[in-house]
């Protein structure tokens, strides 16, 4: 296991080029992470890497720079999966704040967007293609795309694409890339089957783990309310009154977003849901809504939990117990 540098080294450092080092500066980014301090040297080097990160320790530029400077000096593709479309469409942010002035394409495939505008992306030849399991094996069947020329493979989010299910549409979509290739995982925790899925598809791995899997962002203080289940609305509208600022709510199930949201909606709060039951448009104005202000509250279901970035929350509440305790 590779262990964290107590010296912050610089971007400069680990390896980047000079041309991604202006960007980076024009771009504010001064200092690199922990993942990024460790994993952009190991990734231009060419390993395999399995990070454990938790969400919010910019694990997206630390695989994003080295495959931008990978793809600009070998010709070929990089393919980025992930669980949610959020995920997708944040990470695609990314790549194209970094790689735009120099002539990187991506290609954003995911469920709810245009098939059509997908098929002229893919047929622009991308330099990254960015997907959702699902969204990518549809293309796949219909002969839409091929992924031999992928020379890079991100999974990222791992242990969650495992809860979706997502794992046979993995293997499959791994099977269809080359064998040689460079591979990197990247999960907040580390269950068996996220560490066969290592074992068995990448070459002699390096893990790389910032924090241990599952553990408790720093400055975050936490409180457990035990209350009657009749009680929760009634206990939610209090702590939303007593307090300021935005607040990211969770609910374990679809249908319990939905109703929580109306009921937050009937008692006067600024309040938006997203989950897989609202259509891509109604999820980007959602989260779209509560990044600029709109909407004080947003209600998710566990399942975004990975594809919402947004800076400065005041309040998380899981207004139900997680399905899993790492959550």
Do not use: W
Not at 41 to 65: E, N, R, S, W, Y
Not at 69 to 94: M, N, Y
Not at 217 to 231: G, M, S, T
Not at 316 to 324: A, E, K, R, Y
């Amino acid at each position: 296991m590779t262990t964290v540098n107590k010296k912050t080294a610089s971007f400069a450092d680990l390896g980047v080029s000079p041309k991604l080092l202006q960007i980076l500066a024009n771009l504010k980014f001064s200092q690199p992470t922990p993942i990024q301090e460790q994993c952009i040297p190991l990734a231009l080097a060419g390993k395999d890497i399995v990070g454990i990160a938790q969400t919010g320790t910019g694990k997206t530029l630390a695989f994003a720079l080295p495959i931008i400077q990978i793809l600009a000096e070998k010709k070929g593709q990089a393919l980025i999966l992930l669980p949610t479309r959020e995920l997708a469409l944040q990470v695609d942010d990314v790549f194209q704040q970094i790689g735009r002035n120099i002539g990187l394409k991506t290609a954003t495939i995911i469920g709810g967007a245009s098939a059509y505008d997908q098929k002229q992306k893919i047929k622009a030849n991308p330099h990254v293609i960015i997907s959702t399991p699902g969204r990518l094996l549809n293309h796949l069947k219909e002969k839409n795309l091929t992924l031999q020329q992928v020379k890079i493979v991100v999974l990222d989010e791992g242990d969650r694409m495992l809860d979706i299910g997502f794992i046979p549409d993995i293997k499959r979509i791994l099977s269809a890339t080359p064998s040689e290739r460079q591979t990197f995982m990247f999960s907040a925790t580390m269950p068996q089957s996220i560490a066969e899925l290592a074992a068995n598809y990448l070459k002699l791995p390096l893990r790389i783990e910032v924090a241990p899997a599952g553990t408790a962002a720093k400055n975050v203080e936490q409180e457990l309310f035990i209350v009657p289940k009749e009680n929760k609305m009634r206990l939610l509208d209090k702590l939303l009154t007593d307090t300021q600022g935005t607040v990211l709510i969770f609910s374990r199930t679809k249908f319990g977003a939905k109703k929580i949201t109306a009921n937050l909606k009937a008692m006067g709060f600024p309040a938006a849901e997203i989950h897989s039951n609202r259509s891509l448009a109604q999820r980007t104005e959602a989260l779209k809504g509560f990044k600029t202000g709109r909407y004080r509250i947003l209600v998710a279901t566990d399942i975004a939990s990975r594809g919402i970035d947004v800076t400065d929350i005041a309040y998380v509440i899981n207004f139900d117990l997680p399905d899993n305790t790492e959550d």
